[in-house]
């Protein structure tokens, strides 16, 4: 019973922590091997002693347990398996947030057109036509401008024939005055 609620809380760890595999899951995962480790060992002694039989001295974390009152290493056995509980929790409770978020990140960019892409030669073919529209647009803009700035030298013609028409009108009205 022992071994296998050992081999199913690594299990659980390993697999919790290998489900986002990472450096930062490092510290966390050696952490969390020391404390399952030292939860084993405890548990151990915690068996031995309930039968009555002493551990055997041979490592050095076992002497150590077997030192502690049994008081002591009940509690600590206790504060052992909460902080698994709740590590796992939480554990649990980010990666499910974190795949939420991958969920929706992934909703975000298939929305764009990029997701109709099959193959290298659509981009290409995509991007040679904004290319070509663009190309279009501009030509259109310089065409337009060429002829705004000739329209704007007709205007100056024009003003400057309406000022030279107005100035000889006054003229003639002067002579006629």
């Not at 450096?23 to 952490?31: A, C, D, G, K, S």
């Not at 009555?52 to 490592?59: D, F, I, L, N, Q």
Request: proline share 3%; net charge positive.
């Amino acid at each position: 019973m022992f071994d296998r609620k050992k081999k199913e809380e690594k299990k659980n760890v390993s697999g919790l922590l290998e489900s986002r595999s990472g450096e930062e899951n490092v510290v966390p995962e050696n952490r969390r091997a020391a404390l399952a480790e030292e939860l084993a060992v405890l548990r151990q002694v915690d068996e031995f002693a309930s039968k009555g039989v002493s551990p055997p001295r041979r490592k050095n974390g076992l002497s150590r347990a077997c030192s502690l009152p049994p008081n002591a290493r009940i509690s600590r056995i206790s504060l052992l398996e909460n902080m698994f509980s709740i590590s796992s929790n939480s554990l649990l409770s980010m990666t499910s947030q974190l795949s939420e978020a991958e969920e929706r990140e992934r909703g975000f960019a298939n929305r764009g057109r990029w997701n109709h892409l099959r193959s290298m030669g659509d981009p290409k073919n995509l991007l040679q036509y904004m290319f070509n529209a663009l190309s279009d647009s501009r030509c259109q803009s310089w065409e337009k401008d060429l002829e705004i700035k000739e329209m704007e030298e007709q205007l100056k013609e024009l003003v400057g024939l309406l000022r030279e028409i107005e100035f000889r009108r006054k003229e003639v009205e002067k002579e006629l005055t």
